[in-house]
């Protein structure tokens, strides 16, 4: 969902063998922590063709989703290594997409003065997830997943429908989309929409593109909007991300 225009080539070999073992081992969800405390998590494959999976995961809630103190899933270690390794290189020597970057730059300035949202670290759930994409892609990917949390009271679950494809943008929802929408008729509620952008730059802020995008689930019933750079989480409510957007527009970012 960012708006560079890159041509990424896949090495789609590299990929295929291990996708369907992967599809069917879902995110760690107790992020490195007590393995027998691990929820039995119900694994619904939805679509794998040419490097892209969409898949839904479905488990019993717990608190520790939401909590910031987990040992280090290794590919979230992997990946702030590499990202500690090239951080003095010139960017433009890393992706000639640097362009990109200076806007998204831009973007996370405007979004840190205006102050809407919060930066905080990223949460269990969130670093499960990008973990996930890690463990497809790499750690030196720009490819993006999306993943969309939903969770309901009765009894607690959550689920969570995962998209993630061969190339920057993350696959389109019009597969999920009916699925989510009949879930919200039958009792979940869209909690968050979570996207990352990694790569050499990683800024942790929504693309215009991606505040658009969120708009249309917000108005499905969206709660938040998350945008996750491997170290910090950009959290937006829904109303947040209106404001956001309007704002952005205006001032022509
Ligand atoms: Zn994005």
């Not at 968050?192 to 990683?202: E, F, L, Q, S």
């Not at 909007?225 to 957007?245: C, H, P, R, T, Y």
């Amino acid at each position: 969902m960012r708006t560079r225009n890159r041509a990424v080539l896949i090495l789609l070999h590299c990929f295929l063998g291990e996708a369907i073992a992967r599809a069917e081992r879902p995110p760690d969800f107790q992020c490195g922590g007590n393995a027998r405390e691990e929820p039995a998590v119900t694994v619904n494959l939805l679509r794998e063709a040419e490097g892209e999976i969409q898949v839904s995961w479905r488990f019993n809630t717990r608190e520790s989703l939401w909590g910031y103190a987990f040992p280090n899933l290794p590919e979230i270690a992997r990946y702030r290594s590499w990202l500690e390794s090239v951080k003095d290189t010139p960017k433009q020597e890393l992706d000639e997409s640097w362009e990109g970057y200076a806007l998204e730059q831009r973007i996370e300035e405007f979004v840190r003065t205006r102050r809407l949202g919060i930066l905080r670290p990223m949460n269990c759930l969130e670093s499960a997830l990008l973990a996930t994409q890690i463990s497809r892609t790499g750690a030196e990917s720009l490819r993006e997943f999306v993943g969309y949390v939903l969770r309901s009271e009765v009894p607690s679950e959550t689920k969570i429908y995962f998209l993630s494809g061969p190339n920057v943008n993350p696959p389109r929802d019009n597969l999920i989309k009916p699925m989510i929408r009949q879930d919200l008729e039958s009792g979940w509620w869209l909690y968050a929409i979570i996207h990352n952008h990694t790569g050499p730059h990683p800024a942790a802020a929504p693309s215009a593109s991606d505040a658009q995008y969120g708009m249309f689930w917000v108005e499905d019933g969206a709660q938040r909007f998350i945008v996750v750079n491997g170290i910090e989480a950009f959290d937006v409510s829904g109303a947040e991300l209106k404001q956001f957007l309007h704002a952005a527009k205006r001032d022509g970012t």
